[in-house]
C-alpha cells in the first residue's frame, strides 16, 4: 500500500510541477524549504498508509455489523483488507495523458477483491456484499482523493 501510494505521488509531482512548489510555501511561522516539503511529502507516506488501512478495517468491520453479520470478527475483516490493498501495486503503472490508468486499475481490483472475500467469508449475497464493501469503499477513496 505504501510503495502504491508513493507512486501515487510521484506521479502527481511529476504531472504537476506546481506541487511541490505550494507545498514550500511555509504555514504560519515554519519555514520549509523545496527539498524539506519533498521529503516531508515522501516520509509520511507510510503512516498515511496505516491510518488509511486502519481506516479501512474498521469501516468494513461496522458497515458487516450493520448489515447484521455479527459473527465478523476484526481479525477476519484485517485479513480480507489486508489481502484486497494489495491492488495498490497497480498505482505504478504512470498515468496515460489525463486518464490515471494505475488508479482506475487499482479501484476496480480493489473492490472486486473486497466484495468477492465478504461474499465467500461471510457467505452473503451479491448485493449484500456490494453494500457492505461500497460503504468504506467510498469514504477511503475520497480520503485517497481519487
Do not use: C
Amino acid at each position: 500500500m505504501s510503495l502504491g501510494l508513493a507512486f501515487s505521488v510521484l506521479w502527481r509531482a511529476k504531472l504537476e510541477p506546481g506541487l511541490l512548489d505550494q507545498l514550500a510555501v511555509p504555514p504560519e511561522g515554519l519555514a520549509l524549504s523545496a527539498a524539506e516539503a519533498k521529503f516531508l511529502l515522501f516520509a509520511t507516506i507510510p503512516f498515511v498508509a496505516a491510518v488509511l488501512f486502519t481506516f479501512h478495517a474498521l469501516l468494513l468491520y461496522f458497515a458487516l455489523k450493520i448489515f447484521g453479520v455479527m459473527h465478523a470478527r476484526l481479525s477476519h475483516v484485517v485479513r480480507i483488507v489486508g489481502y484486497a490493498v494489495a491492488a495498490y501495486l497497480f498505482m505504478i503503472i504512470p498515468p496515460m495523458g489525463e486518464f490515471i490508468l494505475g488508479h482506475f486499475l487499482m479501484i476496480m481490483w480493489l473492490f472486486n477483491l473486497e466484495v468477492g472475500a465478504v461474499r465467500w467469508f461471510y457467505n452473503l449475497g451479491f448485493w449484500q456484499s456490494m453494500g457492505v464493501v461500497l460503504i468504506p469503499f467510498m469514504f477511503v477513496m475520497t480520503l485517497v482523493g481519487v
